[in-house]
């Protein structure tokens, strides 16, 4: 499905990611794990052309993504969640979940699927008049997924849904992420809680200063000395 080869990423004189390579198969949940500047994020805004690419190639169901506009990316099912949520604070739950939608004509099947976010997210629905920048930090989060998946994708970024969140609503966030997947859509999870990464994973890749060093199915990773010692306090 996504096809990742030899990426690389410099912000001015400093390389962020040096050759990076990986793939993701429809209908999987792969996490990217690894400490602070690592490049996690860098990786998700190179595929969502958001971050300049100077070196690599991105592959999206066969098509050569590399150097599309950002809402091409999106109008192919690539969406993403930024890091910090990033909702429209000054609008609506409602109208932030329009924006999600916003390249899509087809009314009746947008609303169906304002529907299907409600009942993954009741609070956005028992919300959907409030501002959004009034809402709890989980509900932000809830509604900037909620309006991710407006747009439609059939592979979506997560970048740190669980940041800044209570462990029971991260509990809930990562459940909800399961349930997403669950329905079909694949997802590519930044994350820096690595046991609720690996714990949520198929296939997990391990980043340390803009570079791939490991690899494997979570189940295996979870079971690595390095990577327990490094991610998991031993």
Do not use: C, W
Not at 66 to 83: F, H, M, Y
Not at 118 to 128: D, N, Q, S
Not at 186 to 203: C, D, G, P, W
């Amino acid at each position: 499905m996504l096809d990742v080869t030899n990426l690389v990423v410099h912000y001015g004189a400093i390389q962020a990611l040096r050759g990076v390579s990986f793939h993701v198969e429809q209908g999987e949940i792969i996490s990217l794990i690894g400490s602070n500047g690592a490049g996690k994020t860098t990786i998700l805004h190179a595929l969502s052309n958001i971050a300049k690419k100077t070196g690599g190639q991105v592959t999206f169901d066969g098509e050569d993504i590399t150097n599309a506009p950002p809402e091409k990316i999106v109008s192919r099912g690539l969406v993403q969640v930024p890091e910090g949520r990033r909702i429209f604070a000054n609008l609506t739950v409602r109208d932030n979940l329009a924006m999600g939608a916003y390249a899509r004509k087809e009314s009746a099947a947008v609303k169906e699927d304002a529907e299907a976010v409600f009942a993954l997210f009741p609070r956005l629905k028992e919300r959907i008049k409030q501002i959004a920048g009034t809402l709890s930090g989980g509900e932000q989060q809830m509604l900037a997924i909620g309006r991710a998946l407006m747009a439609k994708p059939r592979l979506l970024l997560l970048d740190e849904p669980s940041m800044g969140l209570a462990p029971i609503l991260v509990d809930e966030i990562f459940s909800i992420i399961h349930t997403i997947n669950g329905s079909g859509t694949t997802i590519l999870l930044v994350e820096q809680n690595a046991f609720k990464a690996l714990s949520i994973a198929n296939r997990v890749y391990v980043l340390e200063t803009g570079a791939i060093i490991k690899e494997g199915n979570a189940k295996d990773l979870v079971k690595d000395e390095a990577v327990r010692k490094a991610y998991l306090g031993g």
